[in-house]
């Protein structure tokens, strides 16, 4: 249930944190993108972060500590979504 405001808003803005959406498929961006059309409505607004691909070096230093936690992490992550069904 979303919480309900005090008075309506004039306008709806629809906030998307990080660069997740170049993990979805193009047909999943396409359905959340509608969904958050549906969710701004008429004259509402899309605030979302997008990201430049970079390399897989690049993305494990940035994500992979010395102790090897947050890559163990990343890892498991990525081995949950792909077995989903």
Excluded: C
Excluded at 27 to 38: F, K, S
Excluded at 52 to 77: C, M, P
């Amino acid at each position: 249930m979303r919480p309900q405001p005090a008075r309506m808003p004039l306008r709806n803005l629809v906030y998307f944190p990080g660069s997740t959406i170049g993990n979805f498929t193009k047909p999943e961006a396409r359905d959340l993108l509608g969904v958050m059309h549906t969710e701004a409505g008429a004259g509402g607004a899309l605030l979302i972060g997008v990201d430049l691909r970079k390399e897989r070096a690049v993305l494990e230093r940035a994500y992979d500590d010395e102790a090897g936690v947050l890559g163990a992490v990343a890892r498991s992550l990525r081995r949950r979504s792909s077995a989903a069904p």
